[in-house]
Structure formats: structure tokens, C-alpha cells
């Protein structure tokens, strides 16, 4: 069964399709959960990111002081590149294993790949089919503001630090459309898992 990358913009609406297909059967890999665990205190991923941008970016409690370090690298088109060299080769090991490990326990399985960047890191990766929920960035900018309490400007900037529209447009094989209700998106997430189950995959692009 295949192996799938699904993403998006921040507020897509990712997440809700990468729940909708968890319920479905999907085993989800949740890249921004990997990134949590390969940056925790006393890694050498978090070690090698005090390193590079200094001990003010660890709390007092060892850990990842996320603000700060977000603060500096949403800024700063070097800085987070800086740290994507860090943090991404880290990623794409653990995320490997956890395929493997779900594959291992059911070679049926359908793995989903919940990824934010997977334009800037990983769209050459051999994926079976590449899904992109979208949604306009003055769309995903409203929601930032109205729903996550950023101001404008903020949201502006974390939507110019991934790729935009089109760069993800291109590389998908699949595009669930999320500027509807969250039934609509769920509804398109039912197609893909229905089209995914019944056919074992497929790399035809097409618009659910």
C-alpha cells in the first residue's frame, strides 16, 4: 500500500484532513511531532541549534525555547535555513524509521506523511502520491489572525517563510480544496481514502 505526503501551507487545513484519514485507517506520521522529539533537551539536534544561534534559544529548563528561536528565524531567510540544516536531515532519519516500523507491522498499511515543508525539504522523496490542501494565503492569513490570535504582520511573515501556492500546486497529485466548510474538506478526504483503498494508489494527477 502506498506511501503518502500529505501538506499544505500553515492553516491550510492539513490537520484536518490528516485526522479525517487517521479515523479512516491511515497510519499518520506527524512530521512536526518528529521535530518535537529530535529537539529534545540534551539531543544532539537541540545541542548543534544552541550552538548555531546561541544559548538564549534554551529555556530554563533545557528545553527549545520555540519563541525565541521562532522570533530569529522567521525573520531571516539565512537563519532558517541555517537551522532546516539541522533539523532536517534529523527528521528525515526518524521519519524513515517510523515508515518502516508501520509498514513492518502491516505491509497493507496506508502511511500518510503529515509534513508542513515538504517543498523545501523533501518533494523529490519517492512518495506514491503527494496531497496538498490549500487554500489561498489571505485565506490562511484570516485564519491565523482570526483563530490563532497573530496580527497580521506576524501572519504575513509566517506565511512568506514556506513556500507558496504555487510552488505546492506543482508538486501535487492530489489537491483537496479547504476554503469550504471543514464537512466539505473531510467529505474530499473520504474520496481520496475511498480512491487510495480501492485502487492501492495512484501517482494520476488529478483534483478530489
Given amino acids: 500500500m502506498p ?3 500529505l501538506t499544505g501551507g500553515i492553516a491550510s487545513g492539513k490537520s484536518t484532513i490528516a485526522r479525517r ?3 479512516r485507517g491511515a497510519i499518520v506520521v506527524d512530521a512536526d511531532a518528529i521535530v518535537r522529539e529530535v529537539q529534545q533537551p540534551g539531543s544532539p539536534v537541540l545541542h548543534a541549534i544552541a550552538d548555531s544561534f546561541g544559548a538564549g534559544v534554551i529555556a530554563a529548563d533545557g528545553s527549545l525555547d520555540r519563541p525565541t528561536l521562532g522570533a530569529i528565524v522567521f525573520s531571516d531567510s539565512a537563519a532558517r535555513r541555517r537551522l532546516n540544516a539541522i533539523v532536517h536531515p534529523a527528521v ?3 521519519s524513515a524509521r517510523k515508515f518502516a516500523e508501520a509498514f513492518a507491522t502491516d ?3 496506508v502511511v500518510v506523511y503529515d509534513v508542513p515543508l515538504l517543498v523545501e525539504a523533501r518533494a523529490d ?6 496531497v496538498v ?3 489561498p494565503a489571505s485565506t490562511r492569513g484570516e485564519r491565523l489572525v482570526a483563530f490563532r490570535g497573530m496580527t497580521p504582520d506576524d501572519a504575513r511573515a509566517r506565511i512568506s517563510a514556506q513556500a507558496d501556492d504555487d510552488a505546492r500546486l506543482a508538486i501535487a497529485d492530489v489537491v483537496i480544496d479547504t476554503t469550504g466548510t471543514i464537512d466539505d474538506t473531510v467529505a474530499q478526504a473520504d474520496a481520496l481514502w475511498d480512491r487510495l483503498t480501492a485502487s492501492g494508489g495512484s501517482d494520476e494527477r488529478s483534483l478530489v
Fill in 107 to 109: 505491509p497493507h498499511a
Fill in 3 to 5: 506511501l503518502i505526503a
Fill in 21 to 23: 484519514l487517521a479515523e
Fill in 125 to 130: 522523496d519517492p512518495w506514491e502520491l503527494v
Fill in 133 to 135: 490542501a490549500h487554500a
Fill in 92 to 94: 528525515r532519519e526518524e
